[in-house]
């Protein structure tokens, strides 16, 4: 049996959703109501049929019979025909087909999910106090005591505002204190007061429609929200109750109306729905949401923003497990970790991580989890969830801009070299082709072995004028490579030695020195080669420019020395100086002190970021006049590369096998040729990629040395055809004066091209053996 002691009703949930039972039963309690929750609807109805309570909130949905044949079974039977059954509606507004069946089966109400706190409490008392007030008017119509005198004092005293009113005309016949105050009205103003006249225009048809539907038999009572006009204009939000009564026995039947005054509930609601309404719009525009997960049942729940997120229907139940599913395979085993330690250890944790929606849509999110604990226990986590994919596009495409930004500087700062190195360049093309036109004159007027001496001696000057050359195309062509941000293995000494070829001899011109000073043993950093030249050049180019404005013979000095566990790169130069106010300036971005077109006012910031990320720093230090000093600090590291360099003696081992060489340009022919002969291999040469396939058709070959830039076939070409059809088992060399940008320019899509090695242009003999002689190489793809 029940226990109602200190209790206003009793209430049974019947519904099978945990989170709809929780959500009900903590208001109802909260209020004092005693809750009974049932799961299904055969236990419901044996349960009802024992203990009956003062009413029963039924869901729509159950998992083992209809609600509205539960429903139904209640209302035929003579000992819970009366009990008042409010319909749990699945749907956020119950569809009028769903009332229609609810009605039909004797329900007397509809509450729709979610509920409003206020709009449940309000109509579960309404309809328990209608119950209870009907019953002691059926007490009343058998006699039982002073009938009469009993019904007009629980009548008067109702605490509700209470009437009876005619069916067929709506007037009200007789109504209790508290119904004229909550109408605003006298008892004389309430005389033959109506229906019709009291309810607010904009809500009087849906009063009539359900009077109409009581009238047919269709329903046995209803319950609604609407207004109520009062004397003095006044709206006056209500919830009422209406059902047929008969007061004494044999009387005309008369519609008792139970009314309680809810203007300050919707007042509170409407507040509430405003703050809901902001708090949705928020979270819709900052697309952020909410979620919860029970520790003891590994329930999740969460707002629907966060579903919107995942691309799924909010409306529907999720688990954990479902709701973990869309991480990627790399941030599942990090949230599936942080969880763990939340529940366990009582950790907080904040990460970003990629999911892929239900749609297919890679999203960047970002999760917030906070332990919530009782008793020393962790019982829930609760959190946001934010997608944070906008903005990780907008991150990329910013570290796109400033690579750009830098990549662009760096070409600013190669455009100042431009005249120092063609002239750098022709120099020694002017020494070769002087030299050429000596040695044929040496070859014409030969007179023995005193004039080979001279020739050889030229060829060497030749040799070293061309290494001049060598070494300021290929410095310059490593420093306007597009760097990547990968962090590796740098030398620092080999990464000055190449930043001086390029400027030493250039800046001679300019009357400034440059002096290097490298300590014996290499220096190791985790850095970017091509970043750090940049930071170097620039700094050497400020420099520049400050001797040349002081008008003085110029000197800059380069060294590199290990101190503790790091690497300082000292930059110093006798130039202008900077003045204290520049110098605090020196890292903001677009300042610059140099003429309109001399420079951006980036170098240096850029420069800074450079070394930041490189986990070091960068300062200046600097006297008026007197010159300036930039100090690099880098953390150097204990990892060295294993450094392979192999000397080939000038007395070149025979090699044997059969050669083709593929190269358009004639001299480059004859070259290799020569080399390769000499060698002791057979040699075959062509000048495109079409007599090389008729070739390689015709006999066979154990190297290919092929060149990729050529007319009619490509050497990317016919390496594809070669390998389409498998036409040799040759070693294909690639010779080339940049692989990697040639390549870049042919490839259509990201394959790989497996290569026994390559020669870079310009090359010499030695070079030419070091790839061919067996076991110094291994295959390569490109």
Same mark, same amino acid.
């Given at each position: 049996?029940?226990?109602?002691?200190?209790?206003?009703?009793?209430?049974?949930?019947?519904?099978?959703?945990?989170?709809?039972?929780?959500?009900?039963?903590?208001?109802?309690?909260?209020?004092?109501?005693?809750?009974?929750?049932?799961?299904?609807?055969?236990?419901?109805?044996?349960?009802?049929?024992?203990?009956?309570?003062?009413?029963?909130?039924?869901?729509?949905?159950?998992?083992?019979?209809?609600?509205?044949?539960?429903?139904?079974?209640?209302?035929?039977?003579?000992?819970?025909?009366?009990?008042?059954?409010?319909?749990?509606?699945?749907?956020?507004?119950?569809?009028?087909?769903?009332?229609?069946?609810?009605?039909?089966?004797?329900?007397?109400?509809?509450?729709?999910?979610?509920?409003?706190?206020?709009?449940?409490?309000?109509?579960?008392?309404?309809?328990?106090?209608?119950?209870?007030?009907?019953?002691?008017?059926?007490?009343?119509?058998?006699?039982?005591?002073?009938?009469?005198?009993?019904?007009?004092?629980?009548?008067?005293?109702?605490?509700?505002?209470?009437?009876?009113?005619?069916?067929?005309?709506?007037?009200?016949?007789?109504?209790?204190?508290?119904?004229?105050?909550?109408?605003?009205?006298?008892?004389?103003?309430?005389?033959?007061?109506?229906?019709?006249?009291?309810?607010?225009?904009?809500?009087?048809?849906?009063?009539?429609?359900? $009077?109409? *539907?009581?009238?047919?038999?269709?329903?046995?009572? #209803? %319950?609604?929200?609407? !207004? =109520?006009?009062? /004397?003095? +204009?006044?709206?006056?939000?209500?919830?009422?109750?209406?059902?047929?009564?008969?007061?004494?026995?044999?009387?005309?039947?008369?519609?008792?109306?139970?009314?309680?005054?809810?203007?300050?509930?919707?007042? $509170?609601? *409407?507040?509430?729905?405003?703050?809901?309404?902001? #708090? %949705?719009?928020?979270? !819709? =525009?900052?697309? /952020?949401? +909410?979620?919860?997960?029970?520790?003891?049942?590994?329930?999740?729940?969460?707002?629907?923003?966060?579903?919107?997120?995942?691309?799924?229907?909010?409306?529907?139940?999720?688990?954990?497990?479902?709701?973990?599913?869309?991480?990627?395979?790399?941030?599942?085993?990090?949230?599936?970790?942080?969880?763990?330690?939340?529940?366990?250890?009582?950790?907080?944790?904040?990460?970003?991580?990629?999911?892929?929606?239900?749609?297919?849509?890679?999203?960047?999110?970002?999760?917030?989890?906070?332990?919530?604990?009782?008793?020393?226990?962790?019982?829930?986590?609760?959190?946001?969830?934010?997608?944070?994919?906008?903005?990780?596009?907008?991150?990329?495409?910013?570290?796109?801009?400033?690579?750009?930004?830098?990549?662009?500087?760096?070409?600013?700062?190669?455009?100042?070299?431009?005249?120092?190195?063609?002239?750098?360049?022709?120099?020694?093309?002017?020494?070769?082709?002087?030299?050429?036109?000596?040695?044929?004159?040496?070859?014409?007027?030969?007179?023995?072995?005193?004039?080979?001496?001279?020739?050889?001696?030229?060829?060497?000057?030749?040799?070293?004028?061309?290494?001049?050359?060598?070494?300021?195309?290929?410095?310059?062509?490593?420093?306007?490579?597009?760097?990547?941000?990968?962090?590796?293995?740098?030398?620092?000494?080999?990464?000055?030695?190449?930043?001086?070829?390029?400027?030493?001899?250039?800046?001679?011109?300019?009357?400034?020195?440059?002096?290097?000073?490298?300590?014996?043993?290499?220096?190791?950093?985790?850095?970017?080669?091509?970043?750090?030249?940049?930071?170097?050049?620039?700094?050497?180019?400020?420099?520049?420019?400050?001797?040349?404005?002081?008008?003085?013979?110029?000197?800059?000095?380069?060294?590199?020395?290990?101190?503790?566990?790091?690497?300082?790169?000292?930059?110093?130069?006798?130039?202008?100086?900077?003045?204290?106010?520049?110098?605090?300036?020196?890292?903001?971005?677009?300042?610059?002190?140099?003429?309109?077109?001399?420079?951006?006012?980036?170098?240096?910031?850029?420069?800074?970021?450079?070394?930041?990320?490189?986990?070091?720093?960068?300062?200046?230090?600097?006297?008026?006049?007197?010159?300036?000093?930039?100090?690099?600090?880098?953390?150097?590291?204990?990892?060295?590369?294993?450094?392979?360099?192999?000397?080939?003696?000038?007395?070149?081992?025979?090699?044997?096998?059969?050669?083709?060489?593929?190269?358009?340009?004639?001299?480059?022919?004859?070259?290799?040729?020569?080399?390769?002969?000499?060698?002791?291999?057979?040699?075959?040469?062509?000048?495109?990629?079409?007599?090389?396939?008729?070739?390689?058709?015709?006999?066979?070959?154990?190297?290919?040395?092929?060149?990729?830039?050529?007319?009619?076939?490509?050497?990317?070409?016919?390496?594809?055809?070669?390998?389409?059809?498998?036409?040799?088992?040759?070693?294909?060399?690639?010779?080339?004066?940049?692989?990697?940008?040639?390549?870049?320019?042919?490839?259509?899509?990201?394959?790989?091209?497996?290569?026994?090695?390559?020669?870079?242009?310009?090359?010499?003999?030695?070079?030419?053996?070091?790839?061919?002689?067996?076991?110094?190489?291994?295959?390569?793809?490109?």
């Amino acid at each position: 049996m029940l226990n109602k002691k200190n209790k206003i009703g009793v209430v049974s949930i019947v519904d099978a959703c945990l989170e709809n039972v929780e959500a009900v039963s903590n208001i109802l309690t909260s209020h004092a109501y005693q809750v009974h929750v049932i799961k299904t609807g055969v236990n419901a109805m044996e349960w009802i049929m024992e203990n009956t309570p003062d009413l029963i909130l039924l869901s729509t949905t159950l998992p083992d019979m209809d609600a509205y044949e539960v429903c139904t079974h209640l209302k035929g039977n003579k000992k819970t025909s009366r009990l008042p059954v409010i319909f749990l509606s699945s749907q956020n507004t119950a569809q009028s087909s769903e009332k229609q069946r609810g009605f039909a089966a004797g329900g007397d109400d509809f509450i729709s999910k979610p509920f409003q706190t206020e709009e449940l409490l309000v109509r579960v008392k309404n309809h328990i106090e209608l119950a209870h007030f009907r019953s002691v008017q059926q007490w009343n119509s058998k006699g039982i005591g002073n009938r009469r005198n009993c019904f007009l004092e629980m009548f008067n005293q109702f605490p509700l505002g209470v009437a009876l009113f005619d069916p067929a005309t709506g007037r009200i016949n007789q109504f209790n204190p508290m119904f004229a105050k909550i109408t605003g009205r006298s008892f004389k103003e309430m005389d033959k007061t109506s229906w019709k006249g009291l309810v607010h225009g904009d809500d009087l048809q849906g009063f009539l429609n359900y $009077i109409s *539907s009581l009238n047919s038999g269709e329903i046995s009572s #209803f %319950s609604m929200e609407n !207004r =109520i006009l009062r /004397i003095d +204009g006044s709206a006056v939000s209500i919830c009422v109750t209406v059902a047929a009564v008969t007061v004494i026995d044999n009387s005309p039947p008369q519609y008792l109306a139970v009314v309680e005054d809810i203007t300050e509930c919707k007042r $509170i609601e *409407s507040a509430i729905r405003k703050k809901q309404f902001l #708090f %949705s719009e928020m979270g !819709r =525009i900052a697309k /952020i949401g +909410g979620w919860e997960i029970d520790c003891k049942t590994n329930e999740l729940s969460w707002t629907d923003e966060v579903a919107i997120i995942h691309d799924l229907d909010p409306t529907r139940p999720i688990t954990l497990e479902h709701g973990l599913s869309y991480y990627t395979p790399d941030s599942r085993p990090i949230i599936d970790k942080a969880l763990k330690e939340a529940m366990a250890l009582g950790q907080s944790y904040d990460l970003v991580l990629e999911k892929i929606s239900a749609k297919g849509e890679r999203k960047w999110i970002r999760t917030i989890g906070l332990p919530i604990k009782e008793g020393g226990r962790v019982v829930k986590l609760i959190g946001i969830f934010q997608d944070i994919s906008e903005r990780k596009k907008a991150e990329e495409e910013n570290t796109k801009l400033q690579a750009q930004l830098a990549h662009s500087e760096k070409l600013a700062s190669i455009g100042v070299l431009v005249a120092g190195v063609a002239h750098e360049i022709n120099n020694p093309l002017t020494i070769i082709q002087g030299f050429n036109s000596i040695i044929k004159e040496i070859l014409i007027n030969d007179n023995g072995e005193k004039q080979k001496e001279n020739i050889f001696s030229l060829l060497k000057k030749q040799d070293i004028a061309v290494d001049r050359i060598s070494n300021i195309v290929n410095g310059l062509r490593k420093y306007t490579t597009i760097d990547s941000n990968k962090l590796e293995l740098i030398e620092i000494n080999k990464t000055l030695k190449e930043t001086m070829s390029i400027c030493e001899a250039i800046y001679k011109q300019s009357d400034i020195s440059i002096e290097l000073f490298l300590p014996p043993s290499p220096l190791h950093i985790y850095g970017n080669n091509g970043k750090l030249q940049q930071v170097v050049m620039n700094i050497l180019h400020n420099a520049k420019d400050a001797i040349e404005e002081k008008g003085v013979y110029g000197k800059i000095k380069v060294e590199a020395f290990r101190h503790d566990d790091k690497c300082i790169i000292k930059i110093q130069d006798n130039g202008i100086g900077i003045s204290d106010e520049t110098i605090n300036k020196l890292f903001d971005p677009f300042y610059t002190t140099k003429k309109i077109g001399k420079g951006t006012g980036l170098g240096l910031a850029i420069s800074q970021s450079i070394i930041v990320s490189f986990g070091g720093k960068i300062n200046f230090e600097s006297k008026k006049n007197l010159g300036t000093v930039c100090l690099i600090e880098i953390p150097l590291t204990d990892d060295q590369e294993t450094i392979c360099n192999i000397e080939i003696e000038d007395a070149f081992e025979r090699i044997t096998g059969k050669v083709l060489i593929v190269e358009d340009e004639e001299e480059n022919r004859e070259i290799l040729k020569y080399y390769l002969v000499s060698f002791g291999l057979e040699v075959v040469d062509c000048k495109d990629g079409i007599e090389a396939l008729e070739q390689i058709q015709k006999r066979d070959f154990d190297y290919i040395l092929t060149d990729l830039k050529m007319p009619k076939m490509s050497g990317y070409q016919l390496i594809k055809e070669i390998e389409k059809y498998h036409l040799t088992r040759a070693k294909i060399i690639v010779v080339s004066g940049n692989i990697q940008s040639d390549f870049s320019a042919e490839k259509e899509s990201q394959e790989s091209l497996c290569l026994y090695d390559y020669i870079k242009k310009p090359f010499n003999k030695k070079n030419v053996y070091n790839v061919l002689k067996p076991g110094l190489r291994s295959e390569t793809c490109f």
